[in-house]
């Protein structure tokens, strides 16, 4: 449902927009569809005795499970897959899609990732 919902918003909106107008619209499609979606959701960094509260904001996270870590970039990097790898991670997440908007077809940006470390 998450990757038809990105489709959606891709075809509608073509790309060459910026990242914030694709965050609010599949916010706005994944909510119609029923689901529990969280924008810019804080993700703490904890360190020995240390928590920075504000150390990274997922884009969007739905049913507290699954992050979205939208892009709107030429392509996507080694960079871009370390910081959802990261995310994932730090708030033991089992699941995360990185989608490049700034594509042609979507399926050609979207790239799913598992944590390990679960």
Partial sequence: MV?????????????GLLESAYQECLMYELKEG?????REKALP???K???LEHGYRLDLLVEGELVLELKTVEQL???HTAQILTYLRLGNFPVGL????????LRDG???YANSSL
Avoid: Q
């Avoid at 029923?34 to 969280?38: P, S, T």
């Avoid at 990185?98 to 077809?105: A, G, Q, R, W």
């Fill in 3 to 15: 990757i038809g919902k990105a489709i959606e918003v891709h075809r509608a909106l073509g790309p």
């Fill in 34 to 38: 029923g689901l529990f979606v969280e």
């Fill in 45 to 47: 960094i904890i360190y």
């Fill in 49 to 51: 005795e240390v928590r």
């Fill in 77 to 79: 990097t080694d960079v």
């Fill in 98 to 105: 990185l989608i490049n908007f700034h594509v042609k077809l």
């Fill in 110 to 112: 979207i790239r799913r």
